[in-house]
T-cell receptor, first 118, second 113 residues
Framework: DAGITQSPRYKITETGRQVTLMCHQTWSHSYMFWYRQDLGHGLRLIYYSAAADITDKGEVPDGYVVSRSKTENFPLTLESATRSQTSVYFC?????????????????FGQGTRLTVV | DQQVKQNSPSLSVQEGRISILNCDYTNSMFDYFLWYKKYPAEGPTFLISISSIKDKNEDGRFTVFLNKSAKHLSLHIVPSQPGDSAVYFCAASEEGGSEKLVFGKGTKLTVNP
């Protein structure tokens, strides 16, 4: 099916473990993003990617690593999970805007991964 | 420093009445604004957007107004329905930037039957 999918939907892990959250989109959108949602903070950007092999930090990148070897995949890795990383994680994708042509676009979100670090 | 602010954490309205959700921003480079709706246990879904070259955009029951001089936008829902009960996020992006969206903290709308 076309769209953006995240896996797993739910994950419980122990402090200090490495865990990877997967994100896959079928639209070939150039841009992909990882956000986390926490009570009182809304959606905060962790990392984003403009294209394969191009990634950059967002607002809250510490403790996370990303890679993007293929356009359609954008995995997020917690190298050594901490309790403060307990959150709901959302992946999103967005196509390019074409400057000067007033072609604005929205970002599409996955259904989220609820991660609990115990 | 928060670039997009939604100062009302919650809003409660009666079915059939108007819901008005507000959003303020500080970054004058933002040129595109969006509203997302989020139900529990689901990802945010796009609702409506507006470019900085416009001051109003309408889509059915939903209208977004943009006041650039005040750096303020609002979402009007008329008439409100119980199914509109959700968390609404305001978001903005910057021309020439990375296409990333900067979100507010959200407003939880409850529409009472």
């Amino acid at each position: 099916d076309a769209g953006i999918t995240q896996s797993p939907r739910y994950k419980i892990t122990e402090t200090g473990r490495q865990v990877t959250l997967m994100c896959h989109q079928t639209w070939s959108h150039s841009y992909m993003f990882w956000y986390r949602q926490d009570l009182g903070h809304g959606l905060r950007l962790i990392y984003y990617s403009a294209a394969a092999d191009i990634t950059d930090k967002g607002e809250v990148p510490d403790g996370y690593v990303v890679s993007r070897s293929k356009t359609e995949n954008f995995p997020l890795t917690l190298e050594s999970a901490t309790r403060s990383q307990t959150s709901v994680y959302f992946c999103a994708s967005r196509r390019d805007r074409r400057w000067g042509q007033n072609m604005n676009t929205e970002a599409f979100f996955g259904q989220g991964t609820r991660l609990t670090v115990v | 420093d928060q670039q997009v602010k939604q100062n009302s954490p919650s809003l409660s309205v009666q079915e059939g009445r108007i819901s008005i959700l507000n959003c303020d921003y500080t970054n004058s480079m933002f040129d595109y604004f969006l509203w997302y709706k989020k139900y529990p246990a689901e990802g945010p879904t796009f609702l409506i957007s507006i470019s900085s070259i416009k001051d109003k955009n309408e889509d059915g029951r939903f209208t977004v107004f943009l006041n650039k001089s005040a750096k303020h936008l609002s979402l009007h829902i008329v008439p409100s329905q119980p199914g509109d009960s959700a968390v609404y996020f305001c978001a903005a992006s910057e021309e020439g930037g990375s296409e990333k969206l900067v979100f507010g903290k959200g407003t939880k709308l409850t529409v009472n039957p």
